[in-house]
């Protein structure tokens, strides 16, 4: 029997999403924890903001990896009413990443996307922003479902109420990444596959769906 589905809008999809968001069994969201686990020690001491910070759960991390300050960008306006929660000192803006952002330019050290990307049919606008909001010695990091997966359909999804909630999602290979750096000028430092091996400790079966060496994630890192 196949399961009810219902196709919501990005802002009301992730506004139906933001209370259970943190508490369901996502691979992917499970995966990137993990990576931004792993920037926290390079927050340190650094003005970061993130495009598409959701619940403020990486914001989170990177306060505890000593971020100087943390600035949360979501066009949903009840993730960010779960970020106000998770810490009233960050500071959120309501936004729609294909739109400036009311942000000075040069005012930030550190720019992360992470698993926001997927909802943008262009690429140029989010991280043009991106680039004019870093400092010289800025990094812009990009963590999103690996190309391998999101061109063969994979892409964000949620249960609700008994139904498959889906939203728009626009799959992006890597040429399309790499063609959107070269056009900003923004220089391509490393970029890293990242398979469920590679997260580290207990995984969830559903990490493993497809096998430990499966690169389910792809991060870039990016410098003017």
Not at 92 to 108: E, I, K
Not at 113 to 133: G, I, T, V, Y
Not at 165 to 174: D, K, L, S, Y
């Amino acid at each position: 029997m196949t399961e009810p589905s219902s196709f919501l809008p990005v802002a009301e999809a992730y506004d139906l999403w933001a209370g259970t968001y943190d508490a369901q069994d996502n691979p992917m969201v499970f995966g990137a924890s993990r990576v931004v686990d792993g920037l926290a020690g390079e927050a340190r001491d650094r003005d970061v903001v993130e495009f598409g910070c959701g619940t403020g759960r990486n914001l989170a991390r990177l306060r505890a990896g000593g971020a100087a300050s943390l600035t949360g960008l979501d066009l949903s306006a009840g993730m960010l009413d779960q970020a106000r929660r998770r810490g009233a000192e960050f500071h959120l803006l309501h936004h729609d990443m294909s739109r400036p952002v009311a942000l000075p330019d040069a005012s930030a050290d550190l720019g992360l996307f992470c698993l926001s990307l997927e909802h943008m049919a262009d690429l140029l606008p989010p991280l043009r922003e991106a680039r004019r909001l870093l400092r010289p010695r800025g990094e812009v990091r990009i963590v999103e479902i690996h190309p391998f997966l999101s061109l063969g359909g994979t892409g964000a999804h949620f249960q609700a109420g008994g139904r498959e909630i889906r939203m728009p999602t626009v799959a992006h290979g890597f040429a399309d990444y790499l063609n959107a750096f070269a056009a900003l000028e923004l220089r391509l430092l490393a970029c890293r596959e990242w398979r469920p091996r590679d997260f580290g400790g207990a995984l969830p079966d559903r990490v493993l769906k497809r096998g430990p060496d499966h690169p389910l994630l792809v991060e870039f890192r990016l410098g003017r």
